[in-house]
Nanobody
Framework: QVQLVESGGGLVQAGGSLRLSCAAS????????AGWYRQAPGKQRELVAS???????TYTDSVKGRFTISRDSAKNTVYLQMNSLKPEDTARYYC???????????WGQGTQVTVSS
């Protein structure tokens, strides 16, 4: 059974940092490409950052220069380093990853990030 497990969320003061992790498990699941999304109360889920199978990264404008998406293929894990956090970054963050073999995408359960002012 495929699982994506996010971790690393929490409460942090504005200006602080957090690193989110998205670990994939399952006998044959290998992350091909992945993205971090976030959803704040009353708002739509938005794509924050993505990384392709070749390592190309994209970011939504509001996080450029502050967030960095990366991957560790050996650990089958994707990370989101978040620096200079702002209260408006407060949301539940979700990982979405595409399995290399099946090209199916999977969602994790999310991890809450709260930034206090």
């Amino acid at each position: 059974q495929v699982q994506l497990v996010e971790s690393g969320g929490g409460l942090v003061q504005a200006g602080g940092s957090l690193r989110l992790s998205c670990a994939a498990s399952g006998s044959t699941f290998i992350i091909d490409s992945a993205g971090w999304y976030r959803q704040a109360p009353g708002k739509q889920r938005e794509l924050v950052a993505s990384i392709s199978s070749g390592g190309t990264t994209t970011y939504t404008d509001s996080v450029k220069g502050r967030f960095t998406i990366s991957r560790d293929s050996a650990k089958n894990t994707v990370y989101l380093q978040m620096n200079s956090l702002k209260p408006e970054d407060t949301a539940r963050y979700y990982c979405n990853a595409v399995d290399r073999a099946s090209v199916l995408s999977f969602w994790g359960q999310g991890t809450q990030v709260t930034v206090s002012s």
